[in-house]
């Protein structure tokens, strides 16, 4: 082992390896060779840090000094003043919104400060393409404890004890679906790791899958000597290359190491993985679509009962758990089930990960102990909305979730708080939404997303959504009556109940909960004609307001059609026919001369 | 971890044990931190030759618990280079005027032995930062 | 033997029987389309969707494909359920409204207004063509292509298939093609030409009392339409 004095972790993860950070792992390798400084300082690439709004990042170890928006030309000086002076370069630290002073260390940093990492312990902190740095942290600990100290029963019973329950969005008791698949007659027994993410804005899994990929081996081995599994599946999304390329290595090295295959760790177990790629269905993440595309049919739900556990793959009971369900588990094995049931609520034990996306200062993954209040994820972790704007609404659980408005924001974040509250746990995605989000437009999204991702199989789901999104648009193009939201509740109602699978029973979610908290934003539309947040384009028209006109000519040049006449020092006219509602004249205006205004107040000018 | 070699339990924990450099350096986890001062005096008057000899003392005896820094001018140019050693719980102390046989000759009685060198020390404790 | 309670009736059923299949051994009747006997059952019109659980568990499933299970609780025709059936409906004839099939479930079942835009098309994904062809036929010359409501029934690549034996099974299955219905009005949809009228038990007793199945047709319970 070479002696190193300092680690450099450059943020490896997708979102910072869209901004370039191969490129600064790049440059700062060439830095220090030509500081020469290569047996003093390693430079190696993590998985996601978390803090992706930031990126692309770079942890200096031991100093646990943070920098963020790295440039390759910032490289050279920051080598050459923090390596080689000791003297942390300031300006590329982390400086908070509204604030003038950097804050040097991460643990120091808000965003980080509150946060709780079990399952995201290792990420931005090793290399996951060397299964020796997952070892050096504790890594396959749990599953040598679980292979050659506990029986299957006790395994069994410690994650029951602990209170576990899918990260999938539903919540079920993990316990209880591994004791399940135990007691199950049929073989061979199979697992499946459930890494389809599909909703939107969500992106916990691809961060564990490529930030600490071993995780999910690891659980999955202790999951099979619980069950008596000897062939298990990764599932992962086609659209998720990095996080294919990661788990491949990491299975090809823990098979080369002993640690996956025949006789684990010398203790005789067997347990083989085996990635299969999902096709670019959102229904694929459903469990039974999910099973009917590994055997190589089409993904499409069937009738549970029998469940998985009793009649899965081919018709032999398979257990099914998500990315994070699966990377939780050696935790619960290595420091006990009641450590885990220490944190969290009555319910909910444990921590959950959320991806903070949307209107907020601080976007990224956090991971949060249940039972944290959604103000203190969105304005303590996430620091608030940018602009200064108000916050609006919160979107938890994806398109199968609903909208938490503000006057609910002290609610706690947990399986059954967020059910009652019309909401969904889910998978986790986390969306933020500020005063200038149409929330009509919002619910036409989702079932947008929704009416294409729908298998089709269901009357209720395949038709309700396709209904229900023609209702919205109709709203939102200023054509809604009254009538329409009977209708809507209606459809919504009956997709809810009688759809075959998960995503046509949370299909209607979307609706149901905005109609239920923001009902005026919708009489606005359908009775005014108006848009309150200034989305629904055709609702909306751009105006300039003559007495503030200075002439000066800034929205003409800003206009990508070309709709602005007027020459300089005239009042200008902006031409409707032309116009494309994209609001680029009312940002160039710095007289505030332009104006949003209800389609039927149109000024003469 | 070239080789194809199957690990057994045991191997698992002598793996950690090569690797606590690395939890270690990430964890700032260290029984002890020594800083090379390395400011522009520091490196005129020859930080990098300390800072190569502190390194090769600590390979030479595989020690891996032990935290290197660095850190700009400490503020006492004339009597540059300087290191500082500091144990986990006690004040740091201030080592100056150093060659690299100094270095080493503190690595062994200080940092192994926890044994203060006072002949080459110029204090104990640090300055008051209000 | 299973046994369970069906509409407050003590039945028992064979393992592996589905509660369809309960229910036309005691001769309840639920309607279906989708489901077509000697082929296996698809579960995509719920039409035959039934209450199961009580209280908060309650839920609807589709009938033709729930297995029975020991000491289940069913009811076949709740509120929720004849809500359920009655928006199925009306989704699938403002696809399909020359469909016979479709305008006497409207008519059965009391569905006076279809509030969505007609589309006028002819297929409602019900599969039984595609079941038939293969699992009677044996041969699997037509399948479903795309997903949600893009979703279509053809030959692969929509080319002409040359294992189409052209028996003619398909048309004969088809609840589309089966009649042509010459009622549809232009402002409805709808043909309504033998409505039944509303039953007035289902608001009282959360479930039809009507032990003839005959819903409304015996005249016991006219209602005023308004």
């Known amino acids: 082992m070479k002696q190193y004095r300092a680690h450099l972790l450059v943020c490896a993860g997708t979102g910072c390896v869209s901004c370039g950070s191969f490129k600064i792992k790049e440059a700062l390798e060439k830095e220090i060779q030509k500081k020469k400084l290569q047996d003093e300082v390693l430079v190696i690439a993590t998985g996601c840090n978390g803090f992706c709004e930031r990126g692309p990042i770079l942890m200096v170890h031991p100093d646990g000094v943070f920098y963020q928006q790295l440039k390759v030309a910032d490289i050279p000086f920051l080598v050459e003043e923090h390596l080689l002076k000791g003297r942390p370069v300031k300006k590329l630290m982390y400086i908070p919104p509204e604030e003038k002073e950097p804050i040097p260390r991460m643990k120091d940093i808000e965003f980080f400060k509150h946060q709780r990492l079990i399952v995201l312990r290792n990420r931005g902190r090793i290399d996951p393409e060397k299964v020796e740095e997952y070892i050096a942290f504790d890594g396959y600990e749990a599953m040598g404890k679980a292979l050659s100290e ?5 395994i069994i019973a410690d994650i029951t004890a602990s209170g576990l329950r899918g990260r999938g969005g539903a919540g079920f008791p993990t316990g209880k679906k591994w004791a399940a698949g135990r007691a199950a007659k049929g073989s061979p027994k199979y697992l499946i790791c459930n890494g389809d993410e599909g909703d939107p804005g969500a992106f916990m899994d691809r961060s564990i899958l490529e930030a600490d990929p071993h995780a999910i081996l690891e659980g999955m081995v202790i999951g099979a000597k619980a069950i008596g599994a000897e062939k298990g599946f990764i599932y992962i999304r086609h659209e998720y290359p990095l996080a294919l390329k990661r788990v491949e290595i990491a299975i090809k090295q823990a098979r080369d190491n002993g640690l996956l295959g025949e006789d684990i760790l010398g203790t005789g177990f067997n347990f083989d993985l085996e990635i299969v790629q999902g096709a670019g269905a959102f229904v694929s993440g459903e469990e039974t679509a999910l099973m009917a595309s590994v055997e190589g049919r089409v993904a499409m739900p069937r009738q549970r009962p029998p469940y998985p556990a009793q009649k899965g793959l081919w018709n032999k009971p398979t257990v099914i758990n998500n990315v994070e369900t699966w990377a939780t588990v050696p935790n619960i094995i290595l420091r006990g089930a009641k450590w885990f049931s220490g944190l969290g609520t009555k319910t909910s034990k444990g921590t959950k990960i959320f991806s903070l996306v949307g209107k907020i200062n601080n976007t990224g993954l956090v991971e949060v102990p249940m039972g944290i209040t959604l103000r203190d994820v969105v304005y303590g972790i996430g620091g608030g909305i940018p602009g200064g704007r108000e916050f609006k609404a919160v979107q938890i659980g994806g398109p199968s979730g609903g909208c ?35 929330m009509v437009d919002i619910a036409k999204y989702f079932m947008n997303f929704l009416r294409d991702e729908s298998c089709g199989k269901c009357v209720s789901c395949r038709e309700g959504t396709q209904r229900m999104w023609e209702i919205i648009k109709k709203i939102t193009e200023g054509k809604g009556t009254e009538k329409d939201l009977d209708v809507l509740e209606d459809v919504a109602r009956t997709c809810k109940d009688a759809s075959l699978c998960g995503l046509g029973q949370t299909a209607a979610n979307p609706v149901l909960s905005t109609l239920q908290y923001f009902r005026h934003e919708y009489e606005a539309h359908i009775l005014d004609r108006r848009c309150p947040a200034g989305v629904c384009t055709a609702l909306i028209r751009y105006v300039v307001v003559a007495e ?21 020092k005239d009042v200008h006219l902006i031409e409707q026919t032309k116009c494309i509602k994209c609001g680029a004249c009312q940002e160039a205006c710095r007289f505030e001369a332009i104006e949003a205004q209800r389609e039927e107040a149109i000024q003469i000018i | 971890m070239a080789e194809k070699k199957k690990l057994r339990i045991q191997d698992l924990a002598k793996i950690r044990e090569k690797t606590r450099a690395l939890t270690t350096i990430r964890e700032s986890e260290g029984r002890a931190k020594v800083t090379v001062h390395m400011g522009t005096c520091g490196i ?43 144990f986990k719980g006690q004040p740091p102390v201030k080592y100056v005027d150093l060659t690299p046989e100094k270095m080493r000759k503190i690595f062994a009685e200080h940092v192994l032995c926890g044994r203060l060198v006072p002949a080459f020390a110029l204090a104990v404790g640090s300055e008051t930062v209000y | 033997m299973i046994t369970f309670r069906m509409n407050g009736l003590e039945v028992s059923a064979e393992e592996g029987w589905t509660i369809l299949e309960a229910s036309k051994f005691y001769g309840l009747e639920i309607p279906t389309l989708c489901y077509y006997e000697g082929l296996s059952p698809y579960g995509g019109c719920r039409l035959c969707v039934v209450e199961i659980g009580e209280g908060e568990k309650a839920k609807l499933v589709s009938s033709c494909t729930y297995p029975v299970e020991q000491g289940m609780v069913v009811r076949t025709d709740t509120k929720r359920v004849i809500a359920a059936r009655k928006m199925m409906i009306e989704l699938m004839v403002s696809v399909a409204p020359g469909s016979k099939v479709l305008q006497d479930l409207a008519s059965q079942f009391g569905v006076t207004e279809v509030r969505f835009e007609p589309r006028h098309e002819e297929c409602i994904l019900c599969g039984r063509c595609v079941r038939i062809c293969a699992e009677q036929m044996d041969a699997r010359a037509i399948g479903f292509q795309q997903r949600g409501y893009k979703k279509k029934i053809s030959t692969p690549f929509d080319i002409r298939s040359e294992v189409c034996r052209l028996c003619g099974a398909c048309l004969y299955v088809c609840p589309a093609c089966q009649l042509r219905c010459q009622g549809p009005q232009a402002e409805t949809t709808l043909c309504n030409g033998c409505l039944a009228p509303d039953p007035t038990c289902l608001d009282y007793y959360d479930d039809l009392q009507c032990w003839m199945y005959d819903a409304g047709r015996c005249g016991t319970c006219v209602r005023e339409k308004t």
């Not at chain 1, 506990?150 to 006790?154: G, H, L, S």
């Not at chain 2, 030759?49 to 290197?68: F, G, H, P, S």
């Open chain 1, 404 to 438: 938490i408005p503000a006057k609910m924001l002290d609610l706690t974040v947990d399986y059954e708080s967020l059910t009652g509250a019309g909401a969904m746990m889910g998978s986790g995605g986390l969306i933020v939404m500020d005063d200038k989000t149409c």
């Open chain 1, 548 to 568: 503030k006109c200075t002439g000066c000519q800034a929205c003409k040049n800003a206009c990508p059609t070309q709709s602005i006449k007027g020459t300089l």
């Open chain 2, 44 to 86: 005129a008057a020859g930080a990098r030759e300390i800072m190569d000899a502190l390194l090769d003392e600590m390979q030479k005896n595989k020690v891996q618990d032990v935290i290197v820094s660095t850190s700009g001018c400490a503020g006492l140019c004339n009597r540059e280079p300087m290191a500082t050693v500091e």
């Open chain 1, 150 to 154: 506990m029986t299957p029963e006790k």
